[in-house]
């Protein structure tokens, strides 16, 4: 019996419990509140830390490396557009960095009894998670700043760097009194080429690179970098093309030409999504008040139709950025119910949770051009039904 009393007495408790035994039950709750908020806080940082550099590190090596390694921008270019990809990342990591955080302390805090403890002592999980709670909702505030109004702002900037340098690399693969042959089917010389302008342009259409159909030439021009494209525009054009085995002559007074350039940059929601949501909602104020030709005005429906794409990217921006809110009272009953404190099952978890979330907004999203669908309304049914079931959750854990 004396034996058995001995192994109760000395059984490891977690290190917690050793502080908490002399206090009262209201600052046996403090202290825990204080420490749980403290394990999050720390996890959070570290998360956003990590999830931001391997977030970084992927847009850096997507879109700007080619650019460094062909030289054509400089460490002060390089710095600033480094610069303005933080707030893209932060915005992604932040939330994702938080459900972690709550899934990695709450299941170490069950996973060591720790929780069992704070219930003997009368302590219920709901009075203990309200600061987490409260981080989570300081969170998302945070991200909705960051969303909504820096963030895109930031980002068309960004944009507007990688253009012009996308530019400068245009012009580094096309260059003065030079043959150029990597283009499919054509071959270019230009005399000469200054920002985006050129002269005395030779072009020679070919099959399989050897049989030229067609020649032209062009006393002045211009070509841009749009996204993927790479597109030529030559004035006063002469030259002749080879038909029913005959050279015929040709003139144009303007000449276009378009090839894919390079596959790195997004075309779909540009505009949009860089759009902060104080100018989404003067775009859509400028659309309401639009009328009909033949001064008709629009109706009801019609509004509808020509503002839905820009409500449903304002509803995303705000839905978005309430994200972390709802990742943090998921995962807070999650992690109790789950009783594991490695990293790596967290992070597993959280990932997991992460996915499923962006595919039910790009779902969402995919109606768009649907107004009966209601799309705006449908990006908040990942937030809902995450905080619903989190809800549900907590008051089951709590019991």
Known sequence: ???????????????????????????RVNTLQRYLLKRVFVSLV????VLGFILFLGNTLKQI?????????????LGQMLLYLI?????????????????????SFSADNELTAARTSGISLISLVWPVLLLGLLVSILNILIVTDYGPKVRAQYKELLAQSRTRLAESLLPERRFITQLPGLIIYIGKS???????????????QTNIFAKLRAPEGSFIVTNDMLELRLKRVRGVIHANDQWCPAFFSEWVWRTNFSTNTQRRGVGLRHMSAVELIAQIQKLRTMEKPGNHPNTRQDELNMTLP????????????????????????LGVFMRRRETSISASVAILIVLVYYVMMSAAETFDSRPTMHPELLIWLPNFLLQTIGIVLLIKANK
């Open 1 to 27: 019996m004396k034996i058995l009393v001995s192994a109760v007495r000395f059984r490891p408790q977690p290190p917690i419990l050793f502080k908490l035994k002399s206090l009262s039950l209201y600052s």
């Open 46 to 49: 570290a998360g956003t830390f």
């Open 65 to 77: 490396l080619e650019l460094v390694i062909s030289g054509v921008i400089n460490a002060s270019l």
């Open 87 to 107: 707030p893209f990342v932060i915005m992604y990591a932040v939330p994702i960095a938080m459900l972690t955080a709550v899934l990695l302390v709450f299941g």
């Open 194 to 208: 200054e920002r985006g302008q050129i002269k005395d342009t030779l072009l020679y259409f070919t099959r399989d």
């Open 310 to 333: 820009l409500r449903v990217q304002l509803h995303r921006q705000l839905a978005f950025g309430f994200a972390g809110f709802a990742f943090t009272l998921v995962g807070i009953p």
